[in-house]
């Protein structure tokens, strides 16, 4: 058997099978674990698996939660840029909210848990190694965030703790809008944007959330002088 990232892929895909996990692939986007815990919320774990001059590295993976129906929404009234279309595969791919389990960064990296396979007979002891070590850190969060409340309760929050697991602050905006409007109603959803429109640190950013939110309530027929 040669060592190339598909051998390593069947030692993970067998590993995460028996977690009732599935593999997808996209060009360009490397590969998604997931598994659909409803029929609106999935958990995922994308890995970074790369072969760099014979040997092949896995590395920290992001983790992640998509609720569909949030991400359908808050995907509807995102604007394409003329040269970066939004796909349905792209929205296909989003997660809501997710985590890192090591440390990003150049220098943080030095201290992030690497799998570095050399040889055939290291590939499944390190895909064994690699999944139990992820799934330590997955399940706790899964288990929390896979409620829509606290998820949504994530969402608005505006603290650097939530920032970590929500992403830019406008699209964790649009997504606090999104499903807030699928929970609690418009009314609801429209006070969330004006909280979060002051926190949102980017001047740019803001501007792109402003947009979205125009075209949002434009689409439920009450955009007025004083929507956000």
Same mark, same amino acid.
């Given at each position: ?13 067998? $590993?995460?099978? !028996?977690?009732? %996990? ?6 360009? /986007?490397?590969?998604?674990?997931? /598994? ?21 590295? *896995? ?6 939660? /998509?609720?569909?129906? =949030? ?5 509807? %009234?995102?604007?394409?840029?003329? !040269? @970066? ?7 296909? +791919? ?12 150049? *220098? ?7 799998? !570095?396979?050399?040889? $055939?007979?290291?590939?499944? &002891? ?39 697991? =929500? ?13 807030? %409007? @699928? ?14 429109? &002051? ?6 950013? /803001? $501007?792109?959330?402003?947009? +979205? ?8 027929? =009450? ?6």
């Amino acid at each position: 058997m040669k060592l190339t990232v598909g051998t390593v892929l069947k030692s993970l895909d067998r $590993e995460f099978a !028996n977690r009732k %996990f599935s593999r997808q692939s996209g060009p360009h /986007r490397g590969q998604l674990y997931y /598994r659909w815990i409803n029929e609106d919320t999935q958990l995922s774990v994308a890995p970074d698996i790369r072969s760099v001059a014979g040997v092949v590295h *896995i590395d920290t993976p992001h983790i992640g939660i /998509r609720f569909d129906k =949030t991400e359908d929404l808050a995907a509807r %009234f995102q604007e394409s840029h003329p !040269n @970066l279309p939004i796909t349905a595969e792209d929205v296909a +791919w989003r997660t809501t909210i997710g985590i890192f389990p090591e440390p990003q960064g150049v *220098i943080t990296g030095f201290f992030r848990k690497t799998w !570095n396979i050399w040889r $055939e007979s290291d590939i499944e &002891p390190a895909a064994s190694d690699y999944v139990k070590h992820i799934m330590r850190v997955a399940t706790p969060f899964w288990d929390k965030y896979s409620d829509p409340e606290a998820a949504l309760d994530l969402l608005r929050r505006d603290d650097e703790e939530a920032r970590n697991y =929500t992403g830019a602050d406008h699209f964790c905006a649009e997504r606090a809008v999104a499903m807030t %409007f @699928l929970r609690k109603g418009l009314k609801e959803a429209r006070q969330v944007a004006g909280a979060k429109l &002051p926190n949102i640190r980017s001047v740019s950013y /803001r $501007e792109e959330f402003r947009g +979205w939110m125009t075209r949002f309530l434009e689409a439920q027929g =009450t955009l007025d002088s004083a929507h956000i």
